[in-house]
């Protein structure tokens, strides 16, 4: 099996279990109830993006240090693998079910590679004019919307988004990012696109600036930019690499955790609690789907109109690198890979269990005190989200010496529902460690402050 299984994955429906190792660059499949090795095959060294086909019987894996064999596909009926023959380093694919063609953009060519169903030969290959080859890990995102068959390129090192037409395999138009300047640093998610068609526009997220850009979807004008500064950024810290879905039934695009009305340019001065992004819908129309990851990840469902949570279950502990979401609205199933490591889960939401039995449940969040450790002088801040409960109350947030002597008292709230910011002046402080505790009717949580 190789060295260093570090993470793994249980299949719940289907009783498989997932293994990778790190350094032979292999998935395993295991049949928990025989024990037995049903597949190995190299798929590299990460997973980047997912995709599923038509009737969600294939399941499609980017991997952009697969070389030339960088997308696997996976029959989930019996977990039969066949890699797909791509370009250069793809990073991001995206299937079009109406199309039955899967595209992908493979990053150092700058180019995107079709390939219809079935088959594991590119049927075409797509050229962004006036774009060189890549040169850097700045890697570029693909959105797909599913309804007009179009395709959002963005190109950090080339500063440039590009729509392409998916029915006719063609480059429809190419800009600027307006405001965007590459700088030289490698990575996910520097620019994310997506596309709102019943409104006609698409968005472009400039995830360094912490700006958002509107263009009109008909001709490619920029229309407005909006600073994003004020978002929960620290919540949503794991989950950089992708962060935007668009709503269309409520006309709201979420980033992050946070709603920004499309119809009136809007950013929400709320979020939703308890997910660090909205990933889409239950079939039924009942939940929002959530994602947070912080020591843990965790499928958080809200109710769509009160956003309130209804369901809540942790899927495995966080290692490291952002996680890589499909969400099957179809099937309420979701699949969840890791960048930094080539496994896969997969969850039905229908085995997500009430958030009334779930012991020690993420029912509040205390965000590290920002920066840790804090000079003397400065000011520490603390995140804290809690969520409705039965007995509301005042919330504290106690600061203690080593000795568990309480140095000081901050008053969070006074009922303690919904998100908020505490600050803790330093000033009074003698270098040193010191603990906070967070306070309320039915919750208690310490965690460390170090003054230097």
Known sequence: MGQHVKHFAVYQREAKLVLNSTHSNHVVIIDCFSKAVEAKVDVGESAESLALNTDGTMLYIADRLGDENGIARVRLSD??????????????????????????????????SVFDDGEVLPSDTIDIPGVLEARTDALSHLSLDPTTHTLLVCIPEAETWALVDGNTRTVIKTGKVDGYTYRDYGGVGYLQGIIAPDVKYF????????MLNIYDLRDGTFLQEVNLKTLPWRRMRNT?????????????????????????????????????RIIGRTRDDKYLVGLQVDDSVRIVLHQ??????????SLYPFWYGTPVVLFDRDRDRLFLAEFQFAIVREYNLAGITSVRRVQSSPSFELEPPYPQPVGRGQVATVDITLEPRANNGPVTLEVLDVFGRSVKTIAAGSDGTGSFRVRIPTRDLAPGMYFYRLKAPVYSVVRKLVVR
């Open 304 to 313: 769509t109109r009160s956003k309130r949570i209804a369901r809540i279950a």
């Open 203 to 210: 968005f472009v997220l400039r995830l360094a600036d912490k």
């Open 79 to 112: 977990n039969r693998l066949m890699m797909l023959r791509s370009g250069n380093w793809p990073v991001m694919i995206a299937y079009d079910a109406g199309l039955r063609a899967l595209f992908s953009i493979d990053h150092l060519q700058s180019s995107l």
């Open 240 to 276: 950089l690499g992708e962060l935007m879905w668009y709503d269309s039934v409520d006309k709201v695009l979420y980033i992050g955790p946070t709603p920004f009305d499309v119809r009136t340019r809007t950013l929400s001065s709320s979020i939703v609690p308890g997910s660090s």
